[in-house]
């Protein structure tokens, strides 16, 4: 299918950006590498008059570090990441979890800002942004706010995101040198969204324990009770009981408690052993 | 509307456009070159997939409105292409294609897999292979001229010619 | 030049222009002052139109029901006894019955406009309940998909031979299994496309059309307009794909058609992939329920057979649905000697799109029906599933075999062919390796599929006139002509999307006349210039259209050696036809001197020939019964019980398609087909909600197999050469895409028996593997 009639802006720089968001209303979108917004465009799905086009502004495509974080410009794509153009302060996670991004021709547009406004619960950067801790910087023509992930997103597909504001950044904090990660996923095939992942990173030397599940059509969910035995040194006994009682308090169809379990328990055994 | 200007294989076209006009769209119906195909418009099978500034992209999910100013390259646009030329016989000689359908965009994928990982093994030419749909010949012809070619650029006689290529391309990037 | 004839793995002639972006589709062409189309579809499964509301200052440009004037309705009969025949409106009128069914055309100057206007247009339902599943079909109070049908049964079926209550009374084992193949879509790279036009020179209407069969769609058409085939042209060109889909008379080419006709313009309708999904999932959709009475030693001595196929909403012309439970149930004794057997197909109708015969075409069905039941009379008995096989076979000795559902299978060595694929997946090894635990904790099984696939076969009482349908394909032409420079054009009425017409026809070309492949053009697909055959389907090309090459190209031979035999001024029978010459005892002349002799100076030609000359048209009358090929799949798995994730760890295929044309192509076919096969088995389903919507309706839902699903496949082929197709060659198109499921819902359930679960429902979807697991015993589990 063809898009509904749109109006094409490209944005200069981050403050044209602003400007133009000034008079924005529900019918403005935002557009960057495309790769989410598209498909629904083409689908009438998404029927917005005017898209803001902000792809070109090169200040939104760096990363660098400051301070203890790296600062990721919202267009940088999946594709960069990939390829190791970040400085790594997540010890390969965040390479690991862009490669198993789509295909190839989706990771050289698709970027993380895009992916996180689209907030498919679904999408890898979701679950191992929320796993970091990472947080996200917006900028609106009044202010500027700072949010977790878990502030960021309200639902599948739904954001806080106001009509005049927009994703300036989004800093991940460096991991310490001893900190390690596991990540399972499982999807029916190569690239697809995930039907089940799990993401797992101890960082003992920042008192940094976080475990997430992602799933279909559902928020990313924290394991509080296996971040807990985690955190604690403890048997994997323990933990494995950690994981099912906080399965439990998540809504799970029986026959896929399993595969919940199977991938979280698999990201834990990478991220401790 | 807009007016927009996008050098598709080495030509300037400079054309007025409906700005929801996808990229795919334009180089179809505005540079008349057609062995682009359009085959979800949901950017998943790959068969639109051609290359924008140097990197291999869905052309049904970019808008022509975001391509202004940039360069483009069609499965039409690959003459004198050693490496294109060593990829479209390897295609021939395994029966890499039926019904051509998806062929534009598989080569597209293969010319990125062989010049950005010549060290590709099997396993990781399927994976790279994933975001292109065939429902024709089941891939493993496929697989298996990307092979041929990586074979052919390690060794030395056709590879120092691909290798030139690949510099060549390079060079001519924005 | 021998590497070019028959036998030759030729690499494709026709592969240049696809590898250079030049192949032209229906989307390709653009022509001066195109209109788009785009339609109005419904969003209901069932319900009453109660009015359709042009958008104001467009009604001009909106077409409904009313407004085609003199377009009648599709209706495809059969006279299979009980059939009910559907009027299937071109664009609904009373009564939409199902998602996606058109009710308008709108016409724009772009494909977005035509898609602006069509989202203008308002139309008034009144709901009805939708006719969902086959059991909902069949239900005694379910509401009619067709009002005065009475029922949602579109025809039933019934097949006995052989002393069914002797077999019974015989039996010491009874094993019954049942069998759910979902829904799919047969999910073609190209959609359905169209572009008419009217010629005023011919006064002919043109119609471009992404299609298989050009000259059934130019007659069924023709029917339709009410217009004379004469006029009417259907050009197939470059078709990305069909499998079937492609081969029946679409309301969108009727409706396209008769806009160009009457607006004196030309119009387009491409199908957008969101479309396609919704409209076109139309494959497969099938349960079988099977009963096998086998005596102590696991020799089935009878069978019985319960097959219902849920056809959607209409019978396509000239498909009528009811060919593929008759095919279902006609096949399902396989590759076995069973001599007593009783069957029923029931074809039923339901809110859903039109069901249409997708590559195998009912085949996979009677594959699961009878490689699943073979397993369970195994266990039964207490034998390997290899042996129990062995000992069920039609044996090389019994050929040809008469089955008891009327197949005249001419060849097959079925035991050789399952033994070396046993071989190739080093069966031992597996079976051993079963014997303790994986470190993963994964699962292992091994499955087997065996099956015939008949092809090429012909008019008669074996063939598709026993389906009783509107259209029964008869002989298979072909035109050859020697051109003036001594160079060749074929014409044949059949259709290449894929399949490498324009290769080995000219292999076959190369065989008999010693002509370069390279010299010789290979024409189809446009129902003006080309013989007129039916088509492409049901894996018959080579052996029928290439017999009919093989016939014009020996035709031809007669004036082209008389000929040159005149020019080297010596005896005809001193001379051959070779290496792209007519060679004689002290000379030879280029068929190009008998091509200039010929046009231009018929002067020099001898007496006493041919005035037809240097063109040949011959046709090829197939074989009724057809001619049998067949397989054997063996499949090694490894089943996740955590997650369900089904992996294929190896997967071999031997083959027999009787002597291989071009292996190259053939190789071809068969993983392409197994890719399919592989999508039937794992992946690929069209979903429904209760209210008849579907939901698989984006490329994000509906999964097909991608590179990296697919296996590294082991395959070897027996050439046991057919005695009724020229060269000894069978058809050979669907073949790998019939035993996938069978053999990987074998494999898996092998894998999950020490769990005491089993699966027998595809796609096997790792939600059903972990639902299934889900329900075993807790001990067994752990």
């Known amino acids: ?56 502004i090169d200040e939104l495509r760096r990363a660098r570090i400051e301070g ?17 153009e970040l400085p790594d302060v997540t010890h390969g996670l965040m390479q690991h979890v862009a490669r198993g991004i789509a295909y190839r021709a989706v990771r050289n547009r698709g970027t993380i800002g895009g992916s996180l406004a689209h907030a498919d619960p679904a999408a890898d950067w979701i679950a191992t942004m929320a796993a970091l801790g990472a947080r996200v910087q917006l900028r609106g023509c009044r202010d500027e706010r700072v949010l977790e992930i878990e502030e960021l997103i309200n639902g599948p597909l739904s954001t806080v995101i106001a009509p005049d504001e927009v994703i300036t950044s989004i800093r991940v904090p460096r991991l310490s040198s001893g900190a390690r990660w596991g990540h399972s996923k499982f999807a029916r095939k190569l690239g697809d969204f995930a039907d089940s992942m799990a993401i797992v990173v101890v960082d003992r030397d920042r008192s940094f324990v976080s475990g997430v599940l992602a799933r279909r059509a ?45 991938m979280i328990r698999r990201a834990t055994r990478e991220a401790t052993r | 509307m807009k007016t927009v200007n996008v050098r598709v294989n080495g030509a300037t076209y400079a054309r007025t456009i409906d700005d929801r006009l996808s990229l795919a769209d334009f180089v179809r119906e505005h540079c008349l070159l057609t062995g682009t195909h359009v085959g979800c418009e949901h950017g998943v099978c790959g068969a639109c997939t051609l290359v924008l500034n140097g990197k291999p992209v869905r052309s049904c999910i970019t808008l022509a409105a975001a391509a202004d100013g940039a360069d483009v390259r069609t499965v039409e646009g690959y003459d004198g292409d050693v490496v294109m030329a060593a990829i479209r016989r390897a295609f021939n000689l395994r029966h890499g294609l039926q019904c051509g359908f998806c062929t534009p965009g598989m080569l597209a994928t293969a010319y990125d897999i062989v010049t950005r990982l010549p060290d590709a093994g099997r396993e990781r030419i399927k994976a790279e292979l994933g975001g292109n749909l065939c429902r024709c010949t089941g891939y493993l012809s496929i697989v298996q001229a990307i092979e041929d070619v990586l074979t052919e650029m390690r060794g030395n006689a056709g590879g120092s010619a691909a290798r030139d290529q690949i510099i060549a391309n390079e060079e001519c990037m924005p | 030049m021998s590497g070019f004839g028959i036998g030759a793995s030729l690499p494709r002639l026709e592969d240049d222009r696809f590898l250079n972006g030049r192949g032209q589709f229906c989307s390709d062409i653009f022509l001066p002052g195109m209109l788009h189309a785009a339609f109005v579809r419904s969003p209901h499964a069932h319900a009453r139109i109660l009015r359709v509301k042009k958008p104001a200052g467009l009604e001009r440009q909106v077409f409904a029901a009313a407004d085609l004037a003199g377009v009648g309705r599709i209706r495809s009969t059969a006279t299979l006894p009980g059939f009910k025949p559907s009027d299937w409106p071109v664009l609904a009128n009373d009564k939409v019955r199902h998602v996606g069914e058109p009710i308008a055309m709108a016409l724009g100057s772009s494909a977005a406009e035509a898609e602006d206007i069509a989202a203008l247009v308002e139309v008034e339902f009144e709901e009805l309940p939708a006719v969902v599943s086959m059991w909902d079909a069949l239900k005694a109070d379910a509401p009619l998909v067709h009002d005065d049908w009475g029922n949602n049964v579109l025809v039933e079926l019934k097949l006995e031979g052989g002393d069914l209550a002797r077999a019974k009374a015989a039996a010491a084992h009874v094993v019954e299994r049942s069998f759910r193949m979902n829904r799919q879509h047969p999910l073609t790279l190209e959609g359905r496309g169209c572009v008419a036009s009217y010629d005023g020179r011919l006064d002919e209407l043109v119609v471009h059309v992404s299609h298989q069969l050009p000259v059934p769609l130019q007659i069924g058409l023709a029917q339709v307009l009410g217009m004379s085939q004469r006029r009417l042209r259907v050009i197939a060109p470059d078709v990305g794909a069909s499998f079937g889909l492609k081969s029946y008379v679409e309301s969108e080419t009727v409706c396209v058609a008769w806009a160009a006709a009457e607006l004196r313009k030309p119009v387009r309708w491409i199908q957008d992939r969101y479309e396609s999904l919704v409209c076109d999932a139309n494959c497969r959709d099938y349960h079988c329920k099977i009963t096998a009475y086998a005596d102590a030693t696991g020799r089935v001595l009878g069978m019985e057979c319960d097959v219902i196929v849920d056809s959607g909403a209409y019978s396509p012309w000239p498909w009528p649905a009811g060919i593929e439970g008759g095919l279902a149930m006609g096949n399902m004794q396989g590759c076995y000697d069973i001599r007593a057997f009783r069957g029923r197909a029931v074809n039923v109708v339901s809110n859903k799109p039109a069901g249409q015969p997708f590559r195998g075409v009912a085949r996979p069905l009677s594959c699961c029906g009878h490689e699943v039941l073979m397993d369970a009379v195994a266990d039964a008995v207490g034998i390997d599933p290899l042996e129990v096989r062995l000992r069920n076979f039609v044996q090389p000795e019994q050929m040809p075999y008469t089955s008891i559902t009327k197949k005249m299978i001419d060849s097959g060595d079925y035991p050789t062919a399952l033994k070396r694929a046993a071989a190739m997946i080093d069966l031992p090894a597996i079976r051993n390796r079963q014997r303790n635990p994986e470190t993963d904790g994964r699962l292992i099984g091994v499955g087997f599929a065996c099956f015939y696939e008949q092809t090429a076969y012909g008019t008669g009482p074996f063939g598709y006139s026993a389906w009783g349908i509107e259209l029964v394909p008869g002989m298979e032409p072909a035109v050859a002509r020697l051109t003036g420079d001594g160079e060749l054009i074929i014409e044949v009425g059949s259709h290449s999307h894929g399949q490498g017409h324009e290769t080995v026809f000219a292999q076959v070309a190369h065989e008999i006349l010693g002509i370069d492949p390279h010299k010789v053009s290979v024409r189809f697909g446009d129902t003006s210039t080309s013989p007129a055959g039916t088509g492409t389907y049901t894996s018959r090309s080579m052996v029928t259209t290439g017999g009919a090459v093989a016939e014009a190209c020996r035709a031809l031979q007669a004036p082209i050696a008389k000929i040159g035999a005149h020019l080297l001024q010596c005896k005809e029978d001193d001379v051959q036809i070779r290496g792209g010459r007519v060679v004689g005892p002290s000379g030879n002349v280029e068929l190009a001197a008998i091509g200039r002799a010929w046009y231009h100076h018929p002067e020099e030609l001898p007496d006493g020939l041919d005035p037809t000359g240097l063109t040949a048209t011959a046709g090829h009358k197939a074989h009724d019964p057809g001619v049998f090929a067949y397989s054997a799949h063996a499949a090694v798995v490894a089943v996740d019980p955590e997650t369900g994730g089904v992996e294929i760890l190896d997967y071999a295929i031997v083959a027999d398609c009787g002597k291989r044309v071009n292996p190259l192509l053939v190789e071809g076919q068969i993983v392409g087909g197994f890719s399919n096969g592989l999508g039937n088995a794992l992946y690929e389903e069209s979903t429904y909600d209760e209210l008849g919507q579907p939901t698989a309706t984006t490329l994000a839902d509906y999964t097909a197999p991608t590179a990296p699903s697919m296996p590294d496949l082991k395959l070897e082929f027996i050439e046991t050469p057919s005695p009724f ?22 494999a898996v359930n092998d894998a999950l028996r020490p769990l005491g679960v089993a699966i027998f429902e595809t796609p096997i979807t790792a939600h059903r593997v972990r639902a299934a697991i889900a329900t075993a015993r807790p001990k067994a589990r752990s």
């Open chain 1, 1 to 56: 299918m063809k898009p509904s009639p749109l109006d094409y802006t490209r944005a200069s720089s981050l403050d044209h950006v602003v400007e133009l968001l000034a008079n924005a209303t529900d019918e403005t979108r935002i557009i960057a590498g495309g790769q989410s917004l598209g498909p629904l465009l083409n689908l009438r799905l998404a029927s917005p008059r005017r898209l803001i086009d902000i792809s070109h």
């Open chain 1, 68 to 84: 203890t974080d790296l600062a990721i410009g919202p267009c940088v794509t999946h594709a960069q990441v990939e390829d190791g």
């Open chain 1, 218 to 262: 559902e928020p990313p969910a924290r394991l509080p009770r296996m971040i807990a035995a985690l955190t604690a040194p403890d048997l994997q006994g323990a933990i494995d009981d950690a994981i099912d009682s906080d399965l439990k308090s998540l809504r799970i169809e029986a026959e896929d408690v399993r595969l919940h379990r199977a």
């Open chain 3, 725 to 746: 197709a020229a060269f000894g060659m069978k058809g050979i198109g669907e073949n790998g895409a019939i035993g996938p499921p069978a053999a990987i819902a074998n």
